[in-house]
């Protein structure tokens, strides 16, 4: 473990029950199709994240503030994602953005170079056994415009998880792993074909991902 023990605060764990209380709510307005719904629980979720982040008791500001960072950017895609279709590209921009900001955040915490390789031996057979199919599937389809913005998401949120890997951080691996999932999720139902449950699905893996990660700066930092 690279980093120092910190502590969860009082408030921290208010906040946290409310973007718990709020992802739930989100949850079930993407099962039972409530848009107007998601519309408000989806970004409070992230705004209650952002501030539970904000109040841990933790000894490393940096690797703090580039948590943060990538939690806003976070916020930020999602709300263009609740958007027209043709604000999808900005917020796969965002949460390029936020990927960056994790990636920044787990080397200043320290990365162990033989996990970081292993990391990077598990996404690459990712981006073999997927990838190559997701991005395939946007070059066939109509938004074949999109080829290199897909291609260098994928590039960098693979990035993210070998990092998350180098860190030896349960919580951190666990929480880029879901990150991986939700948005392969997305890939493949916008790209290739829908999967039954997919929305739900897809949100669920998104919000346990960033309270994993929200999480594991009690102890990366």
């Keep these: 473990m690279f980093g120092h ?4 605060t009082a408030t921290a764990l208010l906040l946290l029950a409310l973007a718990a209380v709020a992802a739930a709510v989100d949850w079930w307005a993407v099962a039972s199709g409530r848009r107007g719904v998601e519309y408000l629980a989806k970004p409070l979720t992230l705004v209650a994240l952002v501030a539970a ?3 841990l008791d933790v000894s490393d500001g940096a690797v703090q503030g580039a948590f943060v960072v990538a939690l806003v950017l976070s916020l930020a895609g999602d709300v263009l994602l609740l958007g027209p279709d043709q604000w999808f590209v900005f917020g796969l921009g965002s949460f390029l953005g936020a990927h960056v900001a994790y990636v920044v ?3 200043i915490a320290g990365v162990s170079l033989f996990a970081f390789l292993l990391g990077v031996v598990l996404v690459t057979v990712a981006v073999v056994v997927l990838g ?3 991005v395939a599937g946007v070059a066939a389809g109509d938004d074949s415009g999109l080829v290199a ?5 994928i590039l960098v949120i693979s990035l993210m998880v070998a990092s998350a890997v180098g860190t030896v951080d349960a919580l951190a691996i666990v929480g880029a792993c879901l990150f991986y ?3 392969a999720l997305i890939a493949w139902t916008r790209f290739l074909h829908d ?3 997919g929305r739900l699905a897809i949100i669920v893996t998104y919000h346990l991902a960033q309270f994993a990660l929200v999480l594991s700066l009690v102890t990366l930092a």
């Design 132 to 134: 190559r199919r997701i």
């Design 105 to 107: 955040a787990f080397w």
């Design 149 to 153: 913005p897909v291609t260098a998401y």
């Design 181 to 183: 999932a939700s948005d």
């Design 53 to 55: 982040a904000v109040s």
């Design 195 to 197: 999967l039954r449950h």
């Design 5 to 8: 023990t910190g502590g969860v």
